[in-house]
């Protein structure tokens, strides 16, 4: 899986993805980053690639040319390597633009299982103000925030989406770190997992977990997930509910 970022700071995502787990999957060639500077695409003499919003308002706002130019070496670049890698120009499924805003539909597990399945993601990172609709019309196809809250940019929501889909590209996480029972996978929150000592500040690991039985140690797990997701996350229980019931 290839991920390309249009950003203005592209050692910032760089720097923050190329470290740990995502890090090593790179190395690995199991996904790759690339970061790509809209500054590198304006016209303008000065290197500028924002300006003042048309009908006034606080701020600046990132203008339309550099971003589109951007965009469009970017695609012609990725749809120039699927032909040689396939051997043919023809019926491309076009590469998924996403824009990281806080205006988009809010990013969940379910979302980012859906974008690993694409071969080619590219991110489009705001910041100022915003950027000019016209060329958001033209080139996005997802709008995608991460939480009702506003950054300074695109970059962290970029990084925390990367995150979240390279975990679940094949050969990125090992047996060890299986997603198979992590929370949000099954609509519920996980149960609490216990290491070594078995006895830390006079608290003891629950006696089913040492006990070896396996359909045992299933059930208790399922019943403190359920606890769990009901204590802190009643939205999601009520919809495990209605899910799960006959
Ligand atoms: N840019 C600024 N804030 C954001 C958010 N909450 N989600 C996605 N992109 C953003």
Redesign the pocket.
């Known amino acids: 899986m290839h991920f390309h970022i249009m950003t203005l700071f592209p050692e910032m995502v760089l720097e923050g993805l190329c470290t740990s787990i995502i890090g090593r999957a790179a190395e690995k060639g199991c996904i790759s980053i690339e970061a790509v500077n809209i500054r590198d695409y304006t016209l303008d003499k000065h290197k500028k690639v924002d300006d003042y919003t048309y009908g006034g308002g606080a701020g600046m706002l990132m203008q339309a040319q550099p971003v589109y130019d951007c965009w469009k070496a970017l695609d012609e670049k990725i749809n120039l390597r699927r032909s040689i890698e396939q051997k043919s120009s023809k019926n491309f499924s076009r590469t998924k633009v996403i824009y ?3 205006q ?1 539909e809010v ?1 969940h597990q379910k979302k980012a299982m859906e974008l690993s399945q694409e071969e080619d993601l590219i991110f489009l ?2 910041h100022y103000e915003g950027i000019d609709e016209r060329v958001l019309e033209e080139i996005v196809t997802d709008y ?11 970059e ?3 990084m925390v989406i990367i995150d979240t889909v390279s975990r679940l590209v094949p050969g990125v996480l090992n047996n060890r770190e299986s997603t198979e029972t992590e929370s949000h996978t099954n609509g519920l929150l996980e149960y609490p997992q216990y290491s070594r000592p078995e006895i830390w500040h006079e608290k003891k690991v629950p006696e089913v977990l040492l006990s070896g039985h396996h359909a045992n140690i299933e059930k208790w797990r399922l019943e403190k997930s359920l606890e769990r997701t009901k204590e802190r996350r009643p939205d999601l229980f009520a919809t495990y509910l209605k899910m799960n019931s006959p």
């Not at 995608?144 to 695109?154: A, P, R």
Request: proline letters at 10%; charged letters at 5%; aromatic letters at 10%.
């Open positions: 990281v805003t806080p988009g990013f990172c705001g995608i925030s991460i939480g009702d809250y506003v950054l300074t940019g695109g962290l929501p970029a």
